[in-house]
């Protein structure tokens, strides 16, 4: 229930007033009250016993995400201004279906473990995969011999391979509006399924990690560009991310943040 609530004071923030006169009311005060119950409630539960209500959890998990994916603004600035709590909820959600063998071959959740499918996305060029992953190769090659960057070269190649092999789909324009849903589901099972030396990568904010982790984003922007009127909650993070990330790693690593930034330039 705080959950809901948590993610219905947020939407009220966000909405746009109906009238320019009418009263701006300040729903943070209520928001934050039903989030830290929320989190206090789904950690407990989560560390003890997720079985004894294993619905409950998962839907709580699906709405903190959401919440934590339509907050873009906090004041004061984290330690960590990269940090990306969604990876919490997805790879939790997904720890929860798979540890039950009955949940995760049959019912409702099924498709959270199951391999992704496009049935409805029509396949770009191929060029757009082999380009972007000559292009990074070339950058990790352009990396001086004695950098410490290269003692992770096999998990950045492995990450942005596994990436690389939907950006066909993702970019492409053409689909039907039916399949945006299944896209943006493909690109946030990805997310999921990032490893554990991946996802510690990031929160050490290390800047390749990141960068890949810009790519992601960009491509989650042009998914969304496709259907504003969807998906509130998720419409301001990317564009966001691949801006704070560029910030945070500095002008150094300009060059390998050129495709993200044109994407989210776009839209």
Not at 97 to 102: N, Q, T
Not at 148 to 159: K, S, V
């Amino acid at each position: 229930m705080h959950a809901i609530l948590a993610l219905a004071a947020r939407h009220l923030q966000e909405a746009p007033r109906a009238s320019k006169n009418q009263l701006q009311r300040n729903y943070g005060i209520r928001e934050a009250y039903h989030l830290q119950k929320a989190l206090s409630s789904f950690s407990d539960t989560f560390n003890h016993d997720i079985h004894a209500n294993q619905d409950a959890v998962l839907a709580t998990s699906f709405l903190l995400f959401f919440h934590v994916s339509s907050v873009i603004n906090i004041d004061p600035l984290p330690k960590q201004p990269c940090e990306d709590a969604s990876f919490t909820f997805l790879r939790g959600i997904r720890s929860v279906v798979a540890d039950g063998s009955r949940l995760a071959h049959s019912g409702r959740y099924k498709t959270l473990v199951a391999p992704p499918v496009y049935s409805s996305a029509k396949v770009s060029p191929l060029e757009t995969y082999i380009g972007r992953n000559s292009e990074f190769l070339q950058l990790m090659n352009s990396l001086h011999p004695q950098s410490p960057y290269l003692h992770n070269r096999e998990i950045y190649i492995e990450r942005f391979k596994s990436l690389m092999l939907h950006l066909s789909i993702f970019m492409s324009r053409n689909s039907k509006a039916e399949g945006l849903e299944e896209k943006l589901l493909n690109l946030l099972r990805w997310q999921a399924l990032c490893p554990a030396v991946f996802v510690e990568l990031v929160k050490a904010d290390d800047p390749i990690a990141l960068i890949i982790m810009a790519h992601y984003h960009a491509a989650v922007e042009s998914t969304l560009s496709q259907a504003r009127n969807k998906w509130w909650w998720f419409q301001r993070k990317p564009r966001h991310m691949v801006q704070v990330i560029g910030e945070y790693i500095g002008p150094a690593w300009d060059s390998w943040l050129e495709w993200p930034r044109a994407v989210v330039s776009r839209y």
